[in-house]
């Protein structure tokens, strides 16, 4: 994923974090946050177009970040658009149909890279061969969380089974 970091809503269910603690392993950047709340919106939004300002003031995403990151999810044929004073955006596919990994892949490219290559295609030397092993299986887990959850699954607030088992693990929340 990314490198840059986006700020993050609190809800008042969550955990305080300590301020300046973030997980340095992954990062999912402003550009892939943004679509994914994007997304969101517009599933929420049910049928219809909905304007880029609307979505820009919903998620308090700059417009013209907003703008780009849409015709990246557009190009992607996740979000679909038309000009005009009826015009705007709404989802290509039912909400429950695009996943969270297809939105991050759509604007940042593969979930996991190392120095941006495939884990895959990755080839150490030495002490250091397992590691290739590591980062595929670290790309596994992130896929089996991205791909689990769906744009619907946000918007309705009611996450999968796989994503409520991992953060009721107290260890989950704890910054390392």
Do not use: C
Not at 48 to 74: C, M, N, T, V, Y
């Amino acid at each position: 994923m990314g490198a840059a970091t986006a700020p993050t809503r609190a809800k008042a269910s969550s955990p305080a974090r300590p301020p300046g603690r973030d997980n340095a392993a992954v990062r999912l950047s402003a550009k892939a946050d943004y679509a994914i709340r994007a997304a969101v919106e517009l599933a929420a939004a049910g049928d219809g177009p909905i304007k880029a300002e609307r979505l820009s003031q919903a998620q308090s995403i700059p417009l013209r970040f907003l703008e780009h990151i849409l015709l990246d999810l557009k190009h992607a044929g996740i979000v679909a658009s038309q000009r005009g004073a009826e015009g705007g955006y709404w989802l290509a596919r039912g909400p429950a149909e695009v996943t969270l990994a297809a939105i991050i892949r759509a604007v940042e490219g593969p979930l996991a890279n190392v120095r941006g290559v495939r884990p895959e295609e990755l080839d150490y030397e030495g002490n250091a061969q397992p590691l290739r092993d590591v980062f595929v299986a670290l790309r596994a887990n992130v896929r089996a969380v991205l791909e689990a959850v769906t744009v619907a699954d946000v918007a309705a607030g009611d996450l999968p089974d796989v994503v409520r088992e991992l953060v009721r693990e107290r260890d989950a929340w704890a910054p390392h």
